[in-house]
Nanobody
Framework: QLQLVESGGGLVQPGGSLRLSCEASGITLDSYAVGWFRQAPGKEREGVSCISASGGVTNYQDSVNGRFTISRDNAKNTGYLQMNSLTPEDTAVYYC??????????????????WGKGTPVTVSS
């Protein structure tokens, strides 16, 4: 059973940066695409970014494109989301998720198989 644990969330000022990590256990992550999703208070969970199992394909939500960078280190069984130029609109609980080999179309939540419990990110002055 694949288990995912997120870390790296916290409070940051507008314009600041955070790096989220997603550590997998149970099985190796190299056969799974890794996605990052977020859910703000009162809103539905939405896809932020995803990287394929090979690392060759990455997708981003339009609102984070150019500010966020997804990556993975299969040797460490870990995925990452580097978030720069954060704004209050980025405030949410961020979840890591995994799907076999490929990212789902349009970063669909239902396309992911395994989920972490989330890490909160608050952008505020």
């Amino acid at each position: 059973q694949l288990q995912l644990v997120e870390s790296g969330g916290g409070l940051v000022q507008p314009g600041g940066s955070l790096r989220l990590s997603c550590e997998a256990s149970g099985i190796t992550l190299d056969s799974y695409a890794v996605g990052w999703f977020r859910q703000a208070p009162g809103k539905e969970r939405e896809g932020v970014s995803c990287i394929s199992a090979s690392g060759g394909v990455t997708n981003y939500q339009d609102s984070v494109n150019g500010r966020f960078t997804i990556s993975r280190d299969n040797a460490k069984n870990t995925g990452y989301l580097q978030m720069n130029s954060l704004t209050p609109e980025d405030t949410a609980v961020y979840y890591c998720a995994a799907a076999h080999l490929y990212c789902p179309p349009y970063l669909e939540v239902r396309g992911m198989e395994y989920w972490g419990k989330g890490t909160p990110v608050t952008v505020s002055s």
